[in-house]
């Protein structure tokens, strides 16, 4: 993290906390319209605020429970305290390599773009990936979006969609439902 040394392009890079909520709610919105859904977060502030910053208590009950589901670093304006950017990541478990960080969302708003703040930002995840003992990081990018892609291939993006044929998707909350009331347990 560089949040304490010299600030370049005025900016600095540091972990977030939960005051940043707010800031980082507004940014997951832009990055949705930039991705052409400005209708797709469904997020409120405080869900942010309990799945990332959460208060120690009691863990046992699923439903309830106050573990951390995600870490974040912001880049944040030095001369103003806005913040510019933001990244969202957390573990995954891989069987062949163990630990790894999976990258939800990188954005740095337009103003701030193609003077290295993208790549210091998406450095911090890997720096925060490699002390933590991971192995990778994985990341999911719309096809359409070539500026991302272009980023990454820049950075040494291995593409396992093209290079191994993987093939990833979701199933959605009704489909588990379904799938969930059409067996005995
Ligand atoms: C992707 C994004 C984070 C990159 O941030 P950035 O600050 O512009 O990136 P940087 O200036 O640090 O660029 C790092 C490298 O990538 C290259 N790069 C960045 N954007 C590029 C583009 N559109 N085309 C070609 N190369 C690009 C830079 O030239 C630089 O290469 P260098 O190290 O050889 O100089 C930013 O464009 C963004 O927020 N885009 C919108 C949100 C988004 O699409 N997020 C990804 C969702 S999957």
New binding site residues.
Partial sequence: MDSDGPSHHGVIIRPATVTDCQGIHRLIQE?AA??GYPDGPELTVETLRRDGFPVEGDNSDRQTSTAQVFQANVVEETATGKLV?YAIFFPFYSTWKGKGIYLE????QSD??????????FASVCRFALEWGGSAVR?S??KK?V??K??YE??GFENSTVEDGWETGRFGEETLRKIVESVVV
């Fill in positions: 990055l930039f991705q950017g969302d990188i954005y740095v701030y773009r193609k003077a290295g703040v993208g790549k210091r930002l990341l990018v719309l979006n500026q991302a272009a980023f820049r950075l």
